[in-house]
């Protein structure tokens, strides 16, 4: 089975898994704001993009309240024909109503560029993959953020959306944290571990 057949099937599985655990924790939007480790936004802020939840997402408002409170400077995407743009946003400002039900900034909204990316998934695994919707979108903004400087990407999860193994394709962009209702996993310190305990490939010199 090829890798992107792979990542259907766990995309139907993953669903459901979400939708169940969005039924068995309504606040946990509301916990998550309470435990999210603020040296975070101190670290990689100012400017804080977050997302507008659909279907069972787990909603990133509450803590995008929590963080224009700290000194954030908000921002949400906004699919445009060249991929995701980012747009300044406070809380209580009205949003445009666009295809296949996303609420998102208008047009006429400044363009920022987040240096703090909270993200929407489906899964990810303890090195930072991360499982999105076969899209794209979100793999193609971090790579265009990364390429012009820093951009800390930030999973916003139920602790039951962290797998084993998230299948990985070269244009997959790792996530560096997870926040769920129930703690933080540091991902990229995760997957640095992991890259100094991996063993040597046949042939090569490891020293």
């Given at each position: 089975m ?18 169940e ?10 916990r998550?704001a309470?435990?999210?480790p ?14 507008v939840?659909?279907?069972e ?12 409170r ?15 743009s ?27 560029t987040p240096?703090?990316?909270l ?16 899209r ?15 951009a ?6 139920y602790?039951?959306?962290?797998i ?6 070269p244009h997959?962009?790792p996530?560096d944290w997870?926040?769920t ?6 991902l990229f ?19």
């Amino acid at each position: 089975m090829s890798i992107e057949a792979d990542k259907t099937a766990l995309r139907h599985r993953m669903r459901t898994l979400r939708a169940e655990a969005a039924a068995r924790d309504p606040d946990a939007a509301e916990r998550l704001a309470d435990i999210f480790p603020m040296k975070l936004l101190e670290r990689y802020g100012p400017v804080v993009s977050g997302y507008v939840a659909i279907n069972e997402e787990l909603d990133p408002f509450p803590l995008m309240e929590r963080l224009a409170r700290a000194g954030a400077e908000l921002c949400l995407p906004r699919m445009e024909e060249t991929g995701i743009s980012w747009r300044l946003w406070s809380p209580g400002e009205p949003l445009d109503r666009r295809p296949f039900g996303l609420s998102e900034p208008s047009a006429d909204a400044p363009e920022v560029t987040p240096t703090l990316v909270l993200t929407p998934l489906l899964a990810y695994d303890t090195l930072g993959n991360r499982l999105g919707y076969g899209r794209g979108h979100y793999d193609a903004a971090l790579e265009k953020l990364r390429a012009k400087g820093r951009a800390f990407a930030c999973a916003i999860a139920y602790a039951a959306q962290q797998i084993d193994k998230v299948p990985c394709e070269p244009h997959d962009q790792p996530l560096d944290w997870a926040i769920t209702p129930i703690g933080s996993v540091p991902l990229f310190m995760m997957r640095n571990r992991s890259s100094l305990t991996a063993p040597a490939t046949d042939g090569g010199d490891a020293s």
